[in-house]
């Protein structure tokens, strides 16, 4: 504990002093992100989102090493994949006849079969896997500024729509009634996940922005009857879940990535766990 801590002073541990400030400035997009994604139950979306970028990595990555055409970064692939499942999804929740969770399946499913059979055939295969796992620890000086845009993103666009998107999560035929234009709002809310999603999944990982963009909003949301409180305890135990996980992988030399989405794993569960046992204390009495 003690060196873990001495290792956050600046300059001590560049690795360990890059992913301490990751972690600060991921938990805000995180937590209002997180928390709309919770409150509309759009979590298999995000997922899905998650996983077809990585069809865009594995495309990009392929022309990189395999065809040299180096413009086409893993970002630019990741943001267009996500974008597409973000379109698809929400045009067919709004408008067409078929199931949505088969849509959403079918999206992750063929996104993440299309990323595979790119990173197969990329020359530097362990390479590109990373995308899939990531490592916090490896957060470069540009990641933390793009962390920092995409937080600046985030609060501007929901402090400028924080009323519509509310009537959007929470009902939407009442939001109709009253004029909001609830698909643009509904499809906005999608486009700013994918973004969230594929900015933090590269470069932390897909695994891991899974894991905080749902687990800590959950937990939030037990303990919360606004909004806006849910954000605000979301993003504090994002942090939490990301100083203990970075702890814990420091100590006993573990992948942090893997450690950090064990914490808010566990916590989700310890949590639903006493809340199943008090209210069934409650209703003994």
């Not at 990741?78 to 597409?84: E, G, H, N, Q, T």
């Not at 067409?96 to 063929?110: C, N, P």
Request: charge should be positive; charged fraction near 10%.
């Amino acid at each position: 504990m003690i060196e873990f801590l001495y290792s956050l002073l600046p300059f001590k541990n560049p690795l360990i002093n890059n992913a301490f400030i990751a972690g600060i400035l991921s938990s805000v997009c995180f937590g209002i992100i997180g928390s709309f994604v919770v409150v509309k139950r759009i979590s298999a979306i995000a997922g899905s989102m998650a996983h077809s970028s990585l069809g865009g990595i594995g495309f990009a990555l392929f022309l990189h090493y395999n065809i040299a055409i180096l413009w086409f970064t893993p970002l630019i692939g990741a943001l267009i994949s996500a974008v597409v499942s973000a379109l698809i999804i929400g045009l067919v929740n709004l408008y067409a006849s078929q199931r949505e969770d088969t849509v959403i399946g079918a999206v992750w499913a063929i996104g993440m079969a299309i990323g595979l059979i790119f990173i197969f055939h990329t020359k530097k295969y362990k390479d590109a896997m990373s995308y899939l796992f990531g490592d916090i620890l490896f957060i470069s000086g540009e990641n933390l500024l793009i962390i920092v845009m995409l937080d600046v993103i985030v609060i501007a666009v929901c402090l400028l729509f924080y009323n519509k998107f509310l009537a959007v999560s929470f009902d939407q035929e009442f939001a109709k009634l009253r004029g909001v234009r609830v698909e643009f709002f509904y499809i906005l809310l999608l486009l700013l996940t994918a973004l969230t999603i594929v900015l933090m999944a590269t470069i932390v990982g897909i695994l891991l922005v899974i894991a905080l963009l749902t687990l800590p909003a959950a937990i939030a949301g037990l303990f919360s009857k606004k909004l806006w409180q849910m954000m605000l305890i979301s993003a504090f135990l994002c942090l939490v879940f990301t100083v203990t996980g970075l702890l814990l992988s420091y100590a006993y030399d573990l992948p942090p990535g893997a450690a950090i989405t064990l914490c808010a794993g566990g916590a989700y569960v310890l949590v639903l766990l006493l809340s199943q046992a008090k209210n069934k204390f409650f209703k003994s009495i």
